[in-house]
C-alpha cells in the first residue's frame, strides 16, 4: 500500500517553506509514518469502498491484505513539484530527518520534480487548457 | 433476512479477515471482556488480558472492508444465490464489526466524537437490518451510549455554529 503528499512551492529558499508548520510536508509524511489512524481509517477504507468491481480491486486486496497484517509494511511518498534551480537541498535535510525513527518495514521516498522557471503559477491555466481540447 | 451462525463462520474465508487471523482470537476476547466490563462498571472488578486500542481499530476495519464487499448485493439483492451469499457476508461483517467498534473509547474532542457515533452507528445498521430480533427498541438501547455521546456532540457543535454565526 502506497501513501502520498504533494505540495507545489516556487519559494526560493532551500528547503522551501510547505516543508514546515502544522499542514506542511514534513508533519504530513511524520503522521502517515507514525499513525494508523490516519492510514487506516481513512485512506485505505475510502479505496476499499472504490475498489469495488474497479479493475485495480486484486492490487486492492493483496496491498490492503498486506497492509492489515501489517500497518507498518507501506511505501510512502513525498512528493515536491518545484519550478526552480535543483537542488539537494530542497529535500535531503527533511528526508534524513524522517529516517530517523522509520520503522522497518516502511519504506519512504521523496521525490523532487523540476518544472522549467515561473512554470507553477501556469499550471491551472495549461490543465484548464488541455481539458478545453479534450471536451472539444 | 438473518445472521446466521454459518454467514458468521464464513467470513473468516474473506481475504480481510485472513490477513488479520493471527490475532484475531486475542482481540475478539478482550472485545468481550471490555464490553462486559463497561456495561457492569466497576461494580465487578475483570482481569484480562486487554490489546492496544489500534489493533482493535485495525480488526473492525477488516470486518469494514469485508462488509463493502458485499453491501451492493445488501443493498440491491437480486434472486441469485451468490448476491443472497454476499448480501449475508455483509451482514455478518457489519455485525462483527460493530462489536469491536462499540468497546472502542469515545473520542473527547467533538468532531472525532461525532465521527465515531456516526461510524458506529453505521457500522451497526446493516448488521441489523433483517435480524428477527432487532426489534426497533432493542435497536435503540444498544445505540443508546452512542446516541447519548451525538446529542452532546450535537450540542457542542450548534454552539459552535452559532459562534461562527454571531
Known sequence: MAFGETKTSSDKNRPPQVWSGRSGLKKQLEGLRDSTAIKGHIVVRYLGIRANGATWNAAYMTAAGRYLANPTDVALFGVLVRDTTPHEDDALGRANALAKGCPSDTAIGIVVLYLPPNQIAALPGKVASIEGRRKK | ?166
Request: proline fraction near 3%; include cysteine; aromatic fraction near 8%.
Open chain 2, 1 to 166: 433476512m438473518n445472521v446466521t451462525q454459518k454467514s458468521l463462520d464464513e467470513i473468516h474465508s474473506h481475504w480481510a479477515i485472513q490477513a488479520i487471523s493471527g490475532c484475531l482470537v486475542a482481540v475478539t476476547e478482550a472485545a468481550r471482556f471490555r464490553f462486559v466490563s463497561g456495561a457492569l462498571g466497576s461494580s465487578v472488578g475483570f482481569e484480562f488480558h486487554d490489546v492496544d486500542d489500534e489493533l482493535l481499530e485495525r480488526v473492525a476495519t477488516a470486518f469494514e472492508l469485508a462488509a463493502v464487499d458485499g453491501l451492493q448485493d445488501l443493498l440491491h439483492p437480486r434472486t441469485d444465490s451468490e448476491s443472497r451469499n454476499n448480501a449475508e457476508q455483509a451482514m455478518a461483517a457489519a455485525h462483527e464489526a460493530y462489536e469491536f467498534r462499540r468497546v472502542l473509547p469515545v473520542p473527547s474532542d467533538v468532531e472525532g466524537r461525532m465521527f465515531h457515533v456516526l461510524h458506529t452507528g453505521r457500522s451497526h445498521t446493516p448488521a441489523t437490518a433483517g435480524r428477527n430480533s432487532g426489534s426497533g427498541s432493542r435497536k435503540t438501547r444498544r445505540l443508546w451510549p452512542f446516541l447519548r455521546h451525538l446529542r452532546l456532540s450535537g450540542i457542542a457543535m450548534f454552539s459552535f455554529s452559532c459562534s461562527i454565526a454571531g
